[in-house]
C-alpha cells in the first residue's frame, strides 16, 4: 500500500477538507485515523486513492495547470455529470470514467 503521506499531499493538492478526500476515496474516518497511525494504506484503499489522483491531475490539465480552477470545476456541479459535481462521481471507477469522457469531448468539440 502507499504511504499515508499520499493522503496529506493529495488533501494540499486538491484544497479539500480530510472528510471530502475521505468520502471521495471511499474510506471512512476512523479508518483514516487508523492508517495515519501506520503509516500506510492498504492496497485497495491505495487504489482508491490513485485512482482519484489521476482523475484530479487529468482536471488539472485540462485547465491548462490551473489549479485554483480545476478545483472549482471539480467541486462545482456540472449539467453534462447529470447536475452532479465531478468530486462525487470520483469515488466510483464509473464516476471517474465519465469525467475522463467529459474531458475528452470538451477537449476535442463533441459537445452532442
Not at 494540499?12 to 476515496?25: H, N, P, Q
Not at 490551473?66 to 464509473?94: C, I, K, M, Q
Request: proline share 4%.
Amino acid at each position: 500500500g502507499l504511504p499515508y503521506a499520499t493522503i496529506t499531499s493529495l488533501r494540499r493538492a486538491t484544497g479539500l477538507s480530510s472528510r471530502e478526500l475521505a468520502d471521495a476515496v471511499n474510506i471512512r474516518m476512523r479508518t483514516v485515523a487508523r492508517r495515519k497511525e501506520q503509516g500506510r494504506l492498504e492496497p485497495d484503499e491505495s487504489d482508491r486513492v490513485l485512482r482519484f489522483a489521476r482523475i484530479f491531475a487529468a482536471t488539472v490539465e485540462f485547465f491548462g495547470g490551473d489549479v485554483p480552477a480545476a478545483r472549482h470545476w471539480f467541486t462545482t456541479p456540472v449539467r453534462a455529470l447529470g447536475g452532479a459535481s465531478p468530486l462525487a462521481l470520483a469515488a466510483t471507477d464509473a464516476g471517474t470514467h465519465e469525467i475522463e469522457v467529459l474531458i475528452w469531448r470538451i477537449e476535442n468539440g463533441v459537445l452532442t
